[in-house]
């Protein structure tokens, strides 16, 4: 009988494109914001800085700061008087400064201590060319990323906060959040940005890991205008980001399945009823209420099912759009297999729930009626 | 092959009760070739319908080869419809998308017969009802007489004991309505079906081997 569900569906192509259409936005919406949340997810357990027991500190801020062009940039720096005294509490073993500047819209110049890449996890980095500048030089180690949009080699110089900076190091292509980012000797960042000293943040590792929460406490008593956060803290902070994401997802998610759903409701009830007196002859000459519940379910399953697959395959093309042309090459949304096979289930699943009401109309359809009043 | 026992129909409609059956009595057996002859509104189609399992008596008892139909859920009357009878109707009812061989084939899908095997037969039985060169055409790409042909051959697909024909010349020119009728006959010769036909035509209703004569929802002879 899928033949038979198939003719129908070909016979009324105005009503099963626009059935289609329903579907097919709502899976796109599903799948290119599930691509934008399994990215950002991805970015963030391959970020390096979520090494063990540190302590992050930084000038308070309100959300409210963190939102508009320049984000988290806007955020104070710590004067370099706070550095030196947080540098002289007791169980500290190492306190390292980092400068962070916003570079081109996408990318971070950071500014940090070289011989202390470990506390980013940054110390296995392989480099496409060059290598890692040292203290005392003044140069910068590119990700791949602002490498390829400045168009610049190893010895080529570019431009931070108009001072000429030389280029010493380009990463591989695939080191993760490392692909976005500049770095340089804290020094030479001090000297570029004129911080006299300061930073943008300073990470902390204690003596001893049991002296994490002392640390951060003691911080947060001594100088009002510091927030320290530790490991535990980071994390439940970006899963808060995520978890932020995943709702926004799952709602745009569920309006437009709900849409989907009142769509397909009314362009498969509408059907029905055009059907009536087809229904009505099926019946008459035989069918079972299960072979008409079936085959309206039929068709409802052959438009998921192709109208979700292209959904996810033009995703691709969306996520690949965003990726490279909005985003300027930074992948951050991802098509995960789980989410490609899972969003054409969903398709699917929608679709049949939603066409149980317009089959069950038809499965009720009297043939003496349906035949007489048409 | 059939037998009604003081059947009454009454359909309500916007409150309004309307007496389709008044108490119809009667018994057709297997094999015979009947002509129900009735004015308009006399309740010959509801009396057609109920013997055919498409419809149920509001009250009363209705036998199709002894087995009580008139208390069967939609299920069992769609499994009577597919297997025991052949209905034929006035307006042809053929379904506007599929061509001839899809409509003759679709009583033996709807049982669960694969697409070969039903087309393979429905070619077979549209070529006994003269038709075995128009089996591709679509409904609207037939002659009224050649749509009934089609109806017909969709009653005989799965070999029924009994054809229900309920003006099946109602929308026919006289040649092609005769031609249907002769048909018909033939099949009740050849095949010795209980054939039952619904009809406004005297003369059609003669050639039939019993009239049985309906007025005001009741049998009158």
């Known amino acids: 009988m899928l033949d038979l569900a198939l003719k129908d569906l070909k016979e009324h192509k105005v009503r099963t494109i626009l059935t289609a259409l329903g579907i097919f936005i709502a899976i796109t919406a599903i799948v290119s914001l599930g691509s934008i949340s399994a990215g950002v997810n991805e970015l963030i357990a391959s970020s390096g800085i979520l090494g063990s027991d540190y302590v992050f500190v930084m000038k308070s801020f309100e959300i409210s700061e963190m939102i508009g062009p320049g984000g988290a940039y806007q955020i104070e720096d710590i004067e370099a008087d706070t550095l030196e005294e947080l540098k002289s509490l007791s169980g500290v073993d190492r306190v390292v400064p980092i400068i962070a500047r916003q570079f081109g819209g996408f990318f971070e110049v950071d500014g940090l201590d070289m011989d202390n890449v470990d506390m980013f996890g940054a110390e296995n980095l392989e480099f496409k060319e060059g290598g890692w500048p040292e203290n005392e030089d003044r140069g910068a180690a590119l990700g791949f990323l602002p490498a390829s949009m400045l168009d610049v080699v190893v010895g080529d110089y570019i431009t931070l906060n108009k001072k000429e900076v030389e280029v010493m190091g380009i990463f591989e292509e695939g080191s993760g959040a490392y692909d976005l980012v500049i770095l340089m000797p804290y020094d030479y960042a001090d000297e570029i940005y004129e911080t006299e000293g300061g930073a943008t943040q300073i990470i902390i590792e204690p003596e001893d890991v049991t002296l994490v929460e002392e640390i951060k406490q003691t911080i947060e008593d001594e100088h009002d205008d510091l927030d320290a956060m530790t490991m535990e803290d980071a994390l439940s902070m970006m899963e808060e980001v995520t978890g932020t994401l995943n709702i926004m997802t799952f709602g745009i998610g569920f309006i437009a399945s709900i849409v989907a759903a009142i769509g397909i409701i009314i362009t498969m009830y509408t059907s029905v009823l055009e059907r009536r007196r087809q229904l009505g002859i099926m019946k008459a000459v035989g069918a079972l209420r299960r072979t008409i519940l079936i085959q309206i379910l039929q068709e409802g399953l052959l438009l998921s099912v192709a109208s979700s697959v292209l959904a996810v395959g033009i995703s691709f093309f969306f996520v690949d759009l965003l990726n490279n042309v909005l985003l300027g090459g930074i992948n951050l949304a991802v098509i995960t297999p789980v989410l490609a096979i899972g969003a054409v289930a969903y398709g699917v699943l929608l679709t049949v729930i939603s066409s149980l009401y317009p089959a069950w109309i038809a499965v009720k359809t009297d043939p003496i009626k349906a035949i007489r009043e048409g | ?221």
């Open chain 2, 1 to 221: 092959m059939f037998e009604l026992q003081d059947v009454c129909k009454v359909y309500e409609m916007k409150g309004v009760e309307t007496h389709a059956l008044r108490g119809a009595t009667l018994e057709i057996r297997k094999g015979e070739y009947v002509a129900i002859l009735g004015p308009s509104g006399s309740g010959k189609s509801t009396l057609m319908h109920i013997m055919g399992c498409l419809d149920t008596p509001t009250k009363g008892g209705v036998f199709v080869e002894g087995r009580k139909v008139s208390e069967m859920n939609d299920d069992e009357l769609a499994r009577i419809r597919r297997e025991k009878i052949g209905f034929v109707f006035q307006a042809y009812n053929l379904i506007p998308g599929l061509t001839a061989i899809e409509n003759v084939a679709l009583p033996l899908r709807l049982g669960g017969h694969g697409r070969g095997e039903s087309q393979r037969k429905a070619k077979e039985v549209l070529r006994k009802v003269g038709l075995g060169e128009r089996t591709t055409h679509k409904p609207n790409e037939l002659s009224g007489g050649e749509q009934q042909r089609v109806a017909i051959a969709r009653s005989l697909i799965n070999d029924p004991d009994a054809i229900l024909a309920d003006e099946p010349t109602g929308n026919l020119d006289t040649k092609s309505g005769k031609e249907i009728f002769e048909l018909l006959e033939n099949l009740h010769k050849k095949t010795g079906k209980t054939i039952i036909v619904v009809t406004h035509d005297i003369n059609l209703a003669k050639r039939a081997h019993r009239e049985i004569r309906i007025m005001d929802g009741k049998i009158v002879n």
